[in-house]
């Protein structure tokens, strides 16, 4: 583990804390049976703000090996949301770019092949990057060649003296998880071919500040970024922003950037560029009150769970995901207040929460079992997770909702 007391971006030293969260199991890290009894790794989780370029970013580094090799669990193609959003990026990049047999796409961070085999079920080559061993095998044993390696500049000139140049990258939810962060976005440019686009998708800064998506805080994502500051990182390393484009029900306000050497700049960059500087959004002052809003949902969330508690309700927690494992970790949710965890990831059930240790079952359990509440961890996902469970709810189950403020869906 080590400190970053400089910005990941432009290197200055002037950085801001404005919430630390503690010292906290890594989110990803599900614990086995067996190591149930053992310390876990642990490591302060702080995040500052860069007053030169705006970068968002936590300041403990923990090594990518540790996160995302070791015991790595996410796998992209549990959410039907996100593949239909995958699916679709694919067809628009291949109808506006005119994508065919002789271009190539990469995608860094192409986790099981979930997005690459859009593109390739329409003839175009693809080639996946991704460090996860787990998950580059299922994306090949999906006909999707993957290089199993983490993504910089040292690959990328790899893959071009391979003569390997791409029209498309596609880079969605890599970008946060990369400590060499100028190494990674010069690797881009090295990479993508001098009339190719690359897209890149990050959750926005502005979203979770205003929406206080502290949860979404894990030290796999080392930043956390806005336009102003992907500006200024692509600048730096001979790309442009574009375009951009916003998604707000993914994973909690997303943002596209479309980049490339082509030095073209939408009007939509240009407003959000004005107006992150008109909101505040660029300077420390805007940080500072986070702290207490994420102060605000521990106790309201504590508050109503002890509630029901005390009122001989039982409660259970829906999606063993990372950004649950910071909830209930920060707010300090044990096993007497949500007795366990429903996933439909495979290869997380039979597993305990990272630190606090709720056994993670099938989502089947909820019927079996029709626990009064069941808190949504993956509240990303609301939607998609409570049309799944219409029989629970008929039964008289509750969700709860923990972000901006908790609050409880019942039966309509
Ligand atoms: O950046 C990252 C984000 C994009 O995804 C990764 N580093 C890690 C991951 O974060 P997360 O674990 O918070 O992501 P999700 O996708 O919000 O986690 C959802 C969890 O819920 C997964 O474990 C799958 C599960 N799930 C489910 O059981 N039933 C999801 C859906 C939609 C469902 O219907």
């Known amino acids: 583990m080590a400190d970053v007391p ?8 002037e950085l801001e804390r404005f919430l630390s969260l503690g010292v906290t199991p890594l989110a990803d890290a599900l614990v086995s049976a067996e190591r149930l009894g053992d310390d876990e790794d642990r490591y302060p989780l702080d995040v500052s703000f860069c007053p030169r370029c705006s970068l968002v970013q936590i300041t403990t580094e923990v090594p990518p090996a540790k996160l995302f090799v070791d015991n790595y669990l996410y796998f992209s193609s549990f959410s039907d949301a996100l593949l239909r959003h995958s699916r679709e990026h694919a067809i628009d990049l291949v109808d506006a ?43 090949i044993a999906n006909g999707i060649p993957t290089i199993t ?95 951009v484009t916003y998604f707000a029900d993914l994973h909690g306000g997303t943002l596209r950037w479309t980049v490339g050497p082509a030095r073209s700049r939408s009007e939509t960059v240009s407003r959000y560029l004005r107006e992150e500087v008109e909101s505040g959004l660029t300077a420390a002052s805007y940080y500072r009150d986070f702290a207490s809003q994420v102060e605000q949902v521990k106790t309201e969330l504590l508050a109503l769970l002890h509630g029901l508690r005390a009122d001989g309700r039982r409660v259970a927690a829906y999606g063993a995901a990372a950004k649950g494992s910071t909830l209930v970790n920060y707010v300090g949710i044990g096993t007497d207040l949500v007795e366990y965890v429903v996933d439909r990831n495979d290869y997380k059930q039979g597993r305990y929460m990272p630190g606090t240790h709720q056994p993670i079952a099938h989502p089947d359990r909820l019927l079996d079992d029709q626990p009064d509440y069941v808190l949504i961890l993956a509240w990303n996902f609301a939607d998609e997770i409570v049309s799944q469970q219409q029989e629970y709810l008929r039964r008289g189950g509750q969700f709860i909702v923990p972000l901006p403020s908790p609050r409880i869906i019942g039966a309509t």
């Open 149 to 243: 390696e983490f993504f910089g500049l040292e690959l990328a000139e790899r893959l071009r003296d391979g003569g390997r140049r791409a029209s498309v990258i596609v880079a969605n939810n890599v970008m946060a998880h990369v400590p060499d962060l100028n190494g990674f976005v010069a690797g881009l440019r090295r990479l993508v071919s001098d009339d190719g686009v690359i897209t890149i998708e990050n959750p926005y800064v502005r979203d979770l500040i205003v929406h206080r998506e502290f949860d979404t805080i894990y030290h796999e994502h080392h930043c956390y970024f806005s336009c102003t500051a992907i500006d200024a990182l692509m600048r730096r390393n001979g790309l442009w922003l574009n375009d």
């Open 97 to 139: 770019h005119g994508l065919g047999p002789h271009d190539l796409v990469v995608e860094v961070g192409s986790n099981d092949g979930y997005l690459l085999r859009s593109f390739a079920e329409r003839g175009v080559p693809v080639l996946g990057i991704d460090p996860a061993p787990d998950q580059a095998s299922a994306a």
């Open 6 to 13: 400089t910005c990941r971006s432009c290197g200055a030293h």
